[in-house]
């Protein structure tokens, strides 16, 4: 992964695996953070959460903005600070824009 030396890693559907561009979201990702929400054991990588947001806004560019906004959800911080600590609370989050749940 590149990075941009002001702003952090530049993310490109070209350093995604090819399993991570490919993975199926719309059934996968609702049952995967319900699992998270109850306890769950799933671990989700940083690679599987960055293959979500570019799927997610649909270009590098929208992507990278995202993820280098401050957001009122992760209490100001970035979702690329919090994709370090809680990758969940970040897939939480992605599976809210992707069925247009806002809060």
Do not use: C
Not at 31 to 57: C, K
Request: proline share 6%; no cysteine.
């Amino acid at each position: 992964m590149e990075r941009n030396s002001s702003r952090g890693p530049v993310i490109s559907k070209a350093n995604l695996s090819a399993t991570d561009a490919n993975i199926s979201r719309p059934t996968a990702w609702p049952s995967l953070v319900e699992e998270i929400r109850n306890g769950g054991s799933s671990t989700i990588g940083d690679d599987a959460v960055l293959a979500h947001v570019f799927e997610t806004f649909g270009s590098s560019e929208k992507a990278n903005h995202w993820l280098h906004r401050p957001n009122h959800v992760f209490q100001g911080r970035t979702p690329l600070e919090v994709i370090g600590s809680n990758p969940e609370a970040v897939e939480i989050e992605l599976t809210r824009i992707d069925y247009g749940v806002y809060i």
